[in-house]
T-cell receptor, first 114, second 111 residues
C-alpha cells in the first residue's frame, strides 16, 4: 500500500512569509505526528493529531500550527518565517495513538528560508 | 533539554564487522525505546523497539540492549553491510503521545 506522502518536497521562502505543508497518511492511519529535523537540534516533536484533535504539542512558538481533516490528512503552517525555521519537516502516521512500532515516516519537506 | 542522546556522532566500521551504537537517556519514566535508521533523502525507518521490562531484544541482524540502571541502550548490528550506512537515532516514549529523539549517529561502512 502507499506510504506517507508529503508535499511539497522542497520549498524556498523568505523571512516573514508563511508556509503550509501537507501530509497524507497511510490509508487507515488516524494519527499524524509532525517533527522538525535540523543538524543542530536533531528531530524535535512539533505536534500530534488524532481524529482531527491535537493530542500533544512540543515546545515550539505559536507561529507553528497544524490541523487534521476528516480524511486524516494533515497540514502544518508556519507563519512569519525566520531563518532558523529552515529544516526538514517530517510527518509520521500510525493507526492509533501508541503503536510506534507501526509508525511510518514520510520523506519530509525541505524548507529553506532566505 | 533533550532527554535522549547518543555517545558518538559518527562511526566508521569495516564491512563484515559488528557495529555498536550507543544511546543514553535521562528520563527515568521512559518505558519504551525505539531505534530508527535514516538514509539520505528519506524519513526515519523503524528498526527495532524494546520495552523497559526487557533488557534485550533481537531482530534480523540487530540486537538492542537496555540497561535501566545506567539509563543506557545500544544497537548492535551484526555483519555490517554497505546498505547499513545511514544515520541511526534512538528515541524514547514516556506515554505522553510523543517520541523524544537523540541527535543521531552517522554510520559509514568501509568496503
Amino acid at each position: 500500500k502507499a506510504g506517507v506522502t508529503q508535499t511539497p518536497r522542497y520549498l524556498i521562502k523568505t523571512r516573514g512569509q508563511q508556509v503550509t505543508l501537507s501530509c497524507s497518511p497511510i490509508s487507515g492511519h488516524r494519527s499524524v505526528s509532525w517533527y522538525q529535523q535540523t543538524p543542530g537540534q536533531g528531530l524535535q516533536f512539533l505536534f500530534e493529531y488524532f481524529s482531527e484533535t491535537q493530542r500533544n504539542k512540543g515546545n515550539f512558538p505559536g507561529r507553528f500550527s497544524g490541523r487534521q481533516f476528516s480524511n486524516s490528512r494533515s497540514e502544518m503552517n508556519v507563519s512569519t518565517l525566520e531563518l532558523g525555521d529552515s529544516a526538514l519537516y517530517l510527518c509520521a502516521s500510525r493507526r492509533q495513538t501508541g503503536s510506534y512500532n507501526e509508525q511510518f515516516f514520510g520523506p519530509g519537506t525541505r524548507l529553506t528560508v532566505l | 533539554g533533550e532527554s535522549v542522546g547518543l555517545h558518538l556522532p559518527t562511526l566508521s566500521v569495516q564491512e563484515g564487522d559488528n557495529s555498536i551504537i550507543n544511546c543514553a537517556y535521562s528520563n527515568s519514566a521512559s518505558d519504551y525505546f525505539i531505534w530508527y535508521k535514516q538514509e539520505s533523502g528519506k524519513g526515519p525507518q523503524f528498526i527495532i523497539d524494546i520495552r523497559s521490562n526487557m533488557d534485550k531484544r533481537q531482530g534480523q541482524r540487530v540486537t538492542v540492549l537496555l540497561n535501566k540502571t545506567v539509563k543506557h541502550l545500544s544497537l548492535q548490528i551484526a555483519a555490517t553491510q554497505p546498505g547499513d550506512s545511514a544515520v541511526y537515532f534512538c528515541a524514547e516514549n514516556s506515554n505522553d503521545y510523543k517520541l523524544s529523539f537523540g541527535a543521531g549517529t552517522t554510520v559509514t561502512v568501509r568496503a
